[in-house]
């Protein structure tokens, strides 16, 4: 189903767009169990817009999001455009990436119980699974300050991060970056996936753990099952068409 491009606010056709995808993006995450009642945050920066984000309506449930009512805001979470609040203690974290990380269009952060329970242990993410062999090497680890709600605290976030995509808050659950909405979403899908898999095979004891070679020719050979769009352009719209067949009122 081709995505409507006709705004029902005034914005940019490319603004639109994003805000479409965006709003897919809540419903998904909605529908996949990773929301948390009113809290947690997906942005996106505004195509052709510096220092223009959009992110949920502080206070609305994620079934709840449309394209319409996401927020406009700025780098320090100042309202742009729209009429509900903004959480900026939330966008906290998600401004300093945004702000120092080029790359990174699209940023999602959960507190989904298998996510938390493996930022919780303390080997965090092991290589026990095929998803976990994603991103063996790939994850940085911050330890827990408290509510991110502290500018000072973006130095040792980014740090931490030190390039990778995905940060896992200790005691707290994981960051996800992308250089697009579906490379985000995809990222986080897999690490979600990954994190089940750890808690139902912790659960029966003693796990196999996957060697490093085998982790090394895993990641070299992922490449080859790549589908056109770039990274996760197929998964995201296949979700999207889900989404569209259970509830389209993410579109308005």
Sequence with gaps: ???????RIECSDAEWEARLDLAACYRIFDHLGWSE???????????GEDGAFLINPFGLMYDEVTASNLVKIDIDGNVLAGNYPVNKAGFTQHAYFHRHIESAHAICH???????AVSSHKGGLLP???YACNFQGQIG??????????EEEGERLLANLSGKRILMLRNHGPVVLGRTIAEMFVTAWSLQRACEI?????????PITVPQEVIDVHQ???G?????????KADFEAWKRKIDRIDRSWRD
């Design 198 to 206: 750890q808690i139902a095979t912790l659960s029966q004891g003693e």
């Design 224 to 232: 080859q099952v790549a589908l056109p769009g770039g990274p996760g």
């Design 220 to 222: 070299r050979d992922l």
């Design 37 to 47: 009642s009113i809290y947690n945050h997906i942005s996106v920066k505004v195509p």
């Design 1 to 7: 189903m081709a995505t409507q491009l006709k705004p």
């Design 128 to 130: 026990i699974s095929f």
């Design 110 to 116: 959960t507190h989904t119980t298998e996510g938390m």
């Design 141 to 150: 680890y911050h330890d827990f300050e408290g509510v991110t709600v502290r």
